[in-house]
């Protein structure tokens, strides 16, 4: 009896499987940047999916009008508050590093706490018997390190722009997720099914109920 099956080719099967392996590789390199935005747009979508629905019904069905009235709302509660909290960042990171690098750093006086009923005086005298006892001292001590602080704090601002860019990409996805959103959904479900059959669909329904709860 011949047997006609073909001996098995070893380098090419390593060889197949490494640039498998490196595609898929360059792949999930190419959409990390995109993979926190379309995670925040897929849960606020899944929540909100109901407000949708809802103003859709109240804009003569029309799933455009929905879609950016929505999106709007969206800007109004993620990108322009995070804007701001970056511009006033910049803007007082300077004059802060400024401030802190002359060594103008001495312990305040705390004048308004004399403002304070009943027991303002009290908690006014208690702070300079601090400073009295040596609260110069400590300060002094604490100063070397305050400049070093301060700059990576403002440092951070950078990572705060990072944000507002998966915010601009999550505000994108949320719009394309609004408007076929059945179609996505479908599909999740439709791929769950293949998956694992029932129980796959039912794991889908249960994060989404989840997510919106």
């Not at 109240?58 to 701001?84: D, H």
């Not at 996505?184 to 439709?190: D, E, F, L, N, P």
Request: hydrophobic letters at 55%; one cysteine or more.
């Amino acid at each position: 009896m011949i047997n006609s099956r073909q001996p098995m080719d070893v380098p090419q099967t390593l060889l197949s499987v490494l640039f498998l392996s490196i595609m898929i590789i360059a792949c999930l390199w190419i959409v990390q940047p995109f993979i926190l935005g379309f995670a925040w747009a897929g849960t606020v979508v899944i929540a909100t999916w109901p407000v949708l629905i809802r103003l859709q019904r109240i804009l003569w069905g029309r799933r455009s009008l929905a879609v950016l009235v929505m999106t709007l709302l969206l800007i109004l509660l993620f990108v322009i508050p995070i804007a701001l909290l970056v511009n006033s960042l910049v803007d007082n990171s300077g004059p802060l590093i400024d401030w802190v690098s002359k060594g103008q750093t001495g312990m305040p006086d705390l004048d308004w706490l004399n403002s304070i009923p009943l027991i303002g005086t009290k908690l006014y005298s208690g702070w300079h018997n601090l400073l009295e006892s040596g609260g110069s001292a400590i300060m002094a001590k604490v100063r070397p390190y305050i400049g070093s602080t301060t700059t990576w704090f403002i440092g951070q601002a950078a990572h705060v722009g990072r944000l507002v860019m998966h915010c601009a990409l999550m505000l994108l996805f949320s719009a394309l997720l609004y408007w076929r959103g059945e179609q996505v959904a479908y599909g999740i479900r439709h791929f769950a099914i293949r998956l694992a059959a029932k129980r796959g669909d039912a794991a889908v329904l249960l994060a989404g109920q989840a997510i919106r709860a």
